[in-house]
């Protein structure tokens, strides 16, 4: 029995509906009206595939299908169901949706397994409306401080708490959210690429082996507003000349690193922000990765070391940590695992690492975790032209499915 493509198209199709920007890609942030229809959307889906459902403290989904045992820990497979703004209709939705579609064929086919099987559709994973990713996984391991819901604001100014509050959920129950350890025996993510090498090596499947480093970081430059008339080019505190010199200089320091490193200052806003003003203050992220967990450290000191040394004749700044995540091995008897059931499946698969961050990378923390990528079309993610074909979606749905056939042990 395989994945049914038209399931996967429908649900793909249906979640893409939910989307705060119709003309320009998909935004479908946390704890807004899109999050209530996938919400209502998943849950109809879960129901009908015979799933209890529930709703963790910080709106992270899960359908359960009991196992023979159920005090055993869990299979889990899923991913998250939110977006950048102005994204793809696949990132992350093509994990949830993969997980919906095995849960039906378990239905319709009535598998007993031994171990419970969970599906999970999670929350906040990229912070395209808060700022602050992986949000849901890290709310699963106790990695989300409290102060964290009332720090991490959207652009309106509403905080994550006053959001969770608007949707029904209570912010104080954060800590009900971390109740995983030692509970999921297999966590398993199907994920776009999101880079070409699939498409460019003609590949169905990419078997993740390690999910690279990440830091993140908010900087916050204060120098002088001033007039930008009468104020003399050598006598200025200009806040937005050393930020720009900031965003040259990480792009430098990447290259220089070598070993597939990036950094990226993705997000920067000037104050007061007017064409007569020399800028006052910058606010600014950035953001560096790499396999190679030395790298990303000496980028992030290389920052600290510029900012400290060119801070002086008015110029101050603050900076602040947003994620600091060293590599993460995924484990080899899942990657084992897929390789034999892709094998078995005649699938032409590659073993690779993943440039992007996911769910995968904090849950790992506490359970075997393997993810499966599939090709994205150009290379493409983060942007409207994102593409993947249903049909590859369907390929990894089923290499998936066999693995959890193991795993849950049928
Ligand atoms: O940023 C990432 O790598 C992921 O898409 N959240
Ligand atoms: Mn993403
Ligand atoms: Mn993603």
Known sequence: MSANLDNIRNDIDKLAEFNATPANGLTRFSYTDEHQKVKEYIS?????????????????????????????????????FDSVKNGGIFDGTAGVVAGLEIARILHSKNIKTKYPIFIAALVEEEGGRF????????????????DDLSRYKDENGVSIAEAMQKFGLKPENLEKANNWKDKIKSFIELHIEQGPILENEKKDIGIVETIVGIAAYEVEITGRPDHAGTTPIDMRANALLLASAIVQYVDKLAIEAGEGTVATVGKLEVFPGAVNIVPGKVYFTFETRSRNEHKVEHIVNSVEGFLKEKCKNGLTYNIKKILLKKPTPLSPKIISTMEENAKRLNLNYKNMISGAGHDAMFIREIADTGMVFVPSKNGRSHCPEEWTDYEKIKIGTDLIYQTVLGLAEI
């Open 131 to 146: 700022g602050s990713g992986l949000f849901g996984s890290r709310a699963m391991i106790g990695k989300v401080a409290q």
């Open 44 to 80: 109809q889906e879960m129901k009908k595939a015979g799933l209890e459902i529930y709703e963790d403290a910080v709106g992270n989904l899960f359908g359960q299908r009991s196992g023979l045992d159920n005090s055993l820990p869990v299979v889990m497979v899923g991913s998250h």
